[in-house]
Antibody
Framework: EVQLVESGGGLIQPGGSLRLSCAAS????????MTWVRQAPGKGLEWVSA???????FYADSVKGRFTISRDNSNNTLYLQMNGLRGGDTAVYYC????????????WGQGTLVTVSS | EIVMTQSPATLSVSPGERATLSCRAS??????LAWYQQKPGQAPRLLIY???TRATGIPARFSGSGSGTEFTLTISSLQSEDFAVYYC?????????FGGGTKVEIK
């Protein structure tokens, strides 16, 4: 059974850094295509970043240069390193796995809340 | 960036009635369009991909249509569990983009 469990969220001051984790089971992260999507409180979904199975990475303009997506094959985990955090980054962050055809997503984690505030 | 516009923002429907949700893309996304359902406190759930193909386990009352820039999600007879927010997402171009959502509420 495919499962995704995010962790690492919390309250962080503007300018700070945080690393989110997404522990996967039921499939191999390094052999698949993964993404991070966020949702600000009371707002819609916003795509953040993605990693291709070949290692290519993609970022939304709003986070490019500040966020880094990566994978750890040894513990089957996806990460999102977030630096230079801003108030606009406050959101629930979801990791998700790409479905079979195209960059759409069939399995999602439960999300982890990141709050950027002084 | 392709902008996805959903309408209406809120749709009030009685149980058993039909609901029609629209999604418009600022440029063609061919059939690379997905629909998701999200309930409060939950992650999104994939409903439709390829504009019209139901995902695994999705009831037949959900159907999608359209191509290019105009898309529709239809729920033929609303059940109590269908009251939720629905998002469209294009995956034809980077960056991936979502619509702003349509909330389907009980009338």
């Amino acid at each position: 059974e495919v499962q995704l469990v995010e962790s690492g969220g919390g309250l962080i001051q503007p300018g700070g850094s945080l690393r989110l984790s997404c522990a996967a089971s039921g499939f191999t992260v390094s052999s698949d295509y993964m993404t991070w999507v966020r949702q600000a409180p009371g707002k819609g979904l916003e795509w953040v970043s993605a990693v291709h199975r070949n290692g290519d990475t993609f970022y939304a303009d709003s986070v490019k240069g500040r966020f880094t997506i990566s994978r750890d094959n040894s513990n089957n985990t996806l990460y999102l390193q977030m630096n230079g955090l801003r108030g606009g980054d406050t959101a629930v962050y979801y990791c998700a796995r790409k479905a079979g055809s195209g960059w759409l997503f069939d399995y999602w984690g439960q999300g982890t809340l990141v709050t950027v505030s002084s | 960036e392709i902008v996805m516009t959903q309408s209406p923002a809120t749709l009030s429907v009685s149980p058993g009635e039909r609901a029609t949700l629209s999604c418009r893309a600022s440029q063609s996304v061919r059939s690379n369009l997905a629909w998701y359902q999200q309930k409060p406190g939950q992650a999104p759930r994939l409903l439709i991909y390829g504009a019209s193909t139901r995902a695994t386990g999705i009831p037949a009352r959900f159907s999608g249509s359209g191509s290019g820039t105009e898309f529709t999600l239809t729920i033929s007879s609303l059940q109590s569990e269908d009251f939720a927010v629905y998002y469209c997402q294009q995956y034809n171009n980077w960056p991936l983009t979502f619509g702003g959502g349509t909330k389907v509420e009980i009338k």
